[in-house]
């Protein structure tokens, strides 16, 4: 634990406590897990939630309309992006294995105020999160399901109502299960299995050898079909690929919640600290406003050890590999398939796989993948809205005596009440653009959310915890890098619309 401030006449005061917040509680690290084999399927979690959201964003719809646009080439940038975004995760869940709180607790931690910081970040994530691009993209899914053709300008209305529907049954969802994280990393791997096992299948029967190598090639910036490296294609719309970089894995608010689904997973002091449980079929559970922190002597380090072994598995094993091969296989998937040059906007964007399938394939197999699309989409916005549900929730909950004291410190009725305000401004918010300019909005904003949160984890990890477990000279390095890779893409993104 930081050493306690002493202040000219005043009682000392943790350095953890600085900003408003009560300060930590010495307790014990939990002892980790030692899984084997198909163990470590229940031991990993988070890393599988997170992927999940990512598949829908970045990898199924950013993706193949930069890829389509401008090529294969470009896939570089999501391999630098997950990479940064992997580090990024880990550095987050270092900070929960040892306090047991998520990283927003962290970042109300330090000056000028617990109050202050909390504001300002649960405005950047209603900015990011707050706009219900996932549902109103299923909707373009469904709709071709339904007409079986993409939807037009004239099917707005249709498209709406639709969205309406896919975003209210996000809200019933989770109202039932015992823990919500729970009920979340159930679904997501049925998710990723299904969703990835169909996009291989799917790029083996559609996607040419050509667009094979092009694509395995892309990783590393090399353009195959013109024999040469190619970082970035002249007349780029950095709008669209800022949005794709920041949404190359989960992105900005996405990454954030991790660490509040690994506190409620029981990763390391997540254990002492509880949960917040469902509605329907969930039980009261106390929920500690405040974290707790171990002594870093032989024992506390060898515990720690085996805790960061499954922090390893669940983000370079679970979230980083699936990351790669969830945007490597719909971009090779697409452009065998859709013309080069394709501009993939509108209300049908989420179906324009299907229909470009039904044209070789007939429509059993065009409904197949519009149903898949629909899937995929409706599980990011789950995911989405829980996680922010579940970062103003903590916030508040940390931050605000008075919310924990109403209804009898039960976390559930702050919860569920942030749910339904989420759930009446979604509605509003479907009426406000078409899919993808929300999809875009919101993936732009997590580009800042990057740049900012970075350099303010560097700094929780570097000043707030003890010695002994804060990170290697590596990992501090590639935080101050992710500002600048990220920085950089924002810049381009605000000078292309100037």
């Known amino acids: ?66 890829f389509v646009r401008h090529g294969l080439s470009l896939l570089w940038v999501t391999v630098v992006a997950v990479f940064l975004q992997t580090v990024f995760n880990t550095e987050l869940m270092r900070y929960t294995i040892a306090t047991g709180e998520p990283i927003y607790t ?55 109502l639709i969205g309406v529907g896919v975003f209210l049954l996000c809200v019933a969802i989770l109202l039932f299960g015992r823990r919500i994280e729970h009920t979340l990393e159930v679904l997501n791997w049925v998710l990723v299995g299904c969703i990835l096992s169909a996009f291989l299948v799917l790029a083996l029967m559609f996607g040419g050898a050509d667009n094979w190598i092009s694509g395995v090639a ?51 002091m997540g254990a002492r600290v509880g949960y917040i449980a469902s ?28 805790w960061w072994r499954v922090v390893r598995a669940d983000q370079w094993g679970v979230f980083f590999t699936g990351a790669i091969l969830g945007m490597l296989l719909p971009a090779v998937l697409y452009t065998s398939l859709l013309p080069r040059g394709t501009d993939l906007r509108g209300l049908g964007i989420s179906a324009a796989l299907a229909s470009a ?12 993948i519009a149903f898949l699309g629909a899937w995929i989409l409706f599980k990011t916005q789950l995911d989405t809205m829980e996680g922010m549900v579940r970062a103003m929730t903590d916030m508040l909950w940390t931050g605000s005596r ?77 935080l101050v890098v992710m500002a600048l890779f990220y920085s950089t893409f924002v810049g381009l993104s605000i000078r292309s619309l100037a």
Not at 230 to 236: K, L, V
Not at 357 to 368: D, F, K, M, V, Y
Request: proline letters at 7%.
């Open 106 to 160: 962290g970042f109300m931690r330090t000056r000028p105020s617990s109050t202050g910081w909390g504001w300002f970040y649960a405005t950047l994530h209603v900015l990011q999160m707050g706009w219900p691009a996932f549902a109103a993209n299923a909707a373009g899914a469904i709709f071709f399901l339904i007409a079986r053709r993409l939807a037009g300008p004239n099917d707005t209305g249709a498209v709406y």
């Open 218 to 268: 892309g990783l590393v910036g090399y353009d195959a079909p013109n024999a040469t490296f190619r970082f970035m294609p002249a007349g780029a719309n950095f709008f669209l690929l800022a949005a794709l970089v920041a949404y190359s894995g989960a992105g900005g608010a996405g990454n954030i919640t991790l660490s509040n689904w690994a506190r409620d997973k029981g990763y390391g």
């Open 1 to 66: 634990m930081a050493e306690p401030m002493t202040i000219a006449g005043e009682v000392a005061v943790s350095q953890e406590a600085r900003s408003g917040l009560d300060p930590w509680t010495r307790a014990d690290l939990p002892v980790p897990p030692s899984p084997r084999g198909l163990g470590w399927l229940a031991v990993v979690g988070p890393g599988v939630i997170v992927l999940g959201a990512s598949i829908g964003s970045g990898e199924f719809l950013l993706g193949p309309a930069v």
């Open 279 to 306: 509605a329907v079929g969930g039980e009261k559970v106390r929920l500690a406003h405040s974290g707790f922190m171990f002594t870093p002597d032989a024992d506390g380090r060898t515990r720690w050890k085996g």
């Open 402 to 478: 008075r919310v924990r004291e109403w209804r009898n410190g039960d976390v559930r009725a702050v919860y569920y009440a942030v749910l339904a305000a989420v759930a009446v401004w979604g509605v509003i918010a479907l009426r406000l653009a078409q899919p993808i300019v929300l999809l875009q909005v919101g993936a732009n904003i997590a580009g800042v959310i990057f740049v900012i949160s970075s350099l303010h984890l560097l700094y929780v990890n570097t000043r707030l915890l003890p010695k002994e477990i804060r990170p290697p000279l590596w990992r501090r390095v590639m």
């Open 357 to 368: 399938i039904g044209e070789r394939s007939g429509p059993i197999l065009a409904g197949a």
